[in-house]
Structure formats: C-alpha cells, structure tokens
C-alpha cells in the first residue's frame, strides 16, 4: 500500500472507532496518526514522543522493540495525542483497522481509567511504579488485554472453538527457563483467546481440571491450574463490568501479583516436566558454557 491509501485506511478506521465507542474522551482532530519503515521508527517515535508527552522517559529497550517487532505504538498526550504504524508488514491492509483500534483503545482508556487519570502517569517514569514489578506487569497484562479484546471484538468476525485457541495457550505455559523471555504477551493472548471463545464460560468453568490444558497431579500441576484460572478469572470478571476500562489500584496489584504467582509456578511446573530443579539447572548450564 501507498502512504495515501494508508492514510485512507487509517481515517476509517478512526471514524468506526468514533461511532463504536461511548462516551470518547476526545476528538478525532486529537489523533494524529502517522507512518514509518522500521529503520525510522524509533526516530519518528522519539520526534512524536517530544511534540505529544515531552516529559515521557523512553525506555533503552523500547528501541529494538521499534525496529523489530511493533506493529503499532501509541503516544498519549495531555492535548493531542499520536499513533505511529510500521509500514512494512504482513497483511497491513487487513491489519490496519484491528492496528489502529488497539491502539486507540490504550488512548481512550489512558484518559477514562482512574477518574480522568491516566494510571501510567500516576505511577509511572520515575515513581514506584518502574520498581514495582506487581504494578509494572498487572499494568502491562491489563493494559494490553483490554486493548486486545476491543479490537478483536470490534475488527474482527468470528470466534474460535477451544481447539483451534488450544496451541497459543499451550505456547504460554511451555516456558523455556533456560532461555529467559519476557512471557508477557504470550500470556494476554492465552487469556484473551480463552475468553473470547464460542464455549468460553464452559472452559472458564473447568480450568481447573487436568483434563483441559495442564496435565498432571502433581502439587505443582494443581497449583498452576489454580493460579491460571486466578489470571484468567479476574480478567473475565472486570470485562463483565458495565465499563470494564474503569480500573483501580487494587485491580491492577491483585493482577500482577496472580501473574507473577502463574509465572513462578509456571517455572516449577517446568522443572518437574523436565526431570526435576536438578536437571533443568543441567542443561541451562550446558547451554551457558556452549555459548562461552
């Protein structure tokens, strides 16, 4: 695609998000909606960043993250604010609306989440927040869920039978602990496919079996069920709300705080499926001195 047709794209998809959304908090004059190659995302995001959020602290990673794998970025102003699309990228034209909506989602609900507060600012670049890995990951497993499921709900047709989502949850819970990543994403996807599909509540209900997704009796089986379910649960119930955006404190920690329970359970539960701590600590080994 052109940069014209893009831009043609991007307006519709602007204007549906209008007519799809209640009560926006903004006009569409507020979004400036803008393109880059991925050699020049960082510097134009850097350029927006000054002009929309000048007091927004990059962070050092966010660099690579630019040039190799976001589709899409949001800059959240005071006044204005910006949304920058890779130009280079698979299916952009079909992507483009679910790009563009996601990202308005993390505006829309920037300016409507805590009584008109945005809860990054409240707790972000130079407070506690960056420090405080609870609030730090309930705020990211949140903030990008919600998007996702706006998105998806509002771009996309069609659900998906538990089978065909099965891979993707399969993929979360196979956490390589030797090679260290951030599971993040996987995690929100997992989640977000759980609830989104046709016999969701069914599965909801039953998360907690060995049957399902996570084998084994083991304690450590039992227990990653349970704080899976805790994950995925409390996302369930807050978009059950009558304006799920709105979010508290309490929220975001008792969300961090069961995703960074899943995360270590996760880890054991992996050692276990490994041969035990002893094994895995092995083979990480081995893997640190080939690399040396």
């Not at 307006?11 to 803008?34: C, G, H, N, S």
């Not at 990202?103 to 989440?113: M, N």
């Not at 508290?248 to 490994?274: A, H, K, P």
């Amino acid at each position: 695609m052109t940069i014209a047709e893009m831009r043609e794209h991007a307006d519709r998809a602007l204007k549906y998000f209008f007519q799809t959304m209640p009560d926006v908090p903004f006009e569409e004059d507020d979004i400036i909606i803008d393109f880059a190659p991925p050699s020049r995302m960082f510097a134009r995001y850097k350029v927006l960043c000054q002009k929309y959020r000048p007091r927004y602290i990059i962070p050092k990673e966010h660099e690579e993250q630019l040039a190799n794998s976001i589709s899409g970025q949001a800059i959240i102003g005071e006044g204005k604010s910006a949304i920058l699309i890779c130009t280079k990228q698979p299916l952009l034209k079909a992507s483009l609306p679910y790009i563009i909506f996601h990202e308005l989602i993390h505006i829309y609900c920037a300016k409507v989440e805590i009584d008109g507060e945005h809860f990054f600012d409240l707790y972000g670049n130079e407070t506690p927040y960056e420090a405080d890995e609870i609030l730090h990951d309930g705020y990211y497993i949140w903030s990008e869920f919600i998007a996702d499921y706006y998105a998806t709900k509002y771009t996309r047709s069609g659900q998906f039978a538990f089978e065909s989502v099965r891979n993707r949850i399969i993929k979360c819970l196979e956490k390589d602990i030797t090679t260290p990543k951030d599971n993040r994403r996987d995690f929100v996807w997992a989640c977000l496919d759980l609830i989104t599909m046709y016999e969701a509540e069914t599965i909801l209900n039953r998360l907690t079996e060995p049957d399902i997704i996570i084998s084994g009796e083991s304690t450590t089986a039992q227990n990653l069920r349970s704080v899976f379910n805790d994950c995925v649960q409390l996302l369930y119930r807050q978009i059950q709300k009558e304006k799920p955006y709105k979010i508290t404190e309490d929220f975001i920690v008792e969300l961090g705080d069961s995703y960074n329970s899943f995360e270590t359970v996760n880890t054991l539960y992996r050692c276990e499926q490994m041969g035990g701590i002893e094994n895995a600590m092995q083979i990480f080994a081995s893997k640190i001195k080939t690399k040396n």
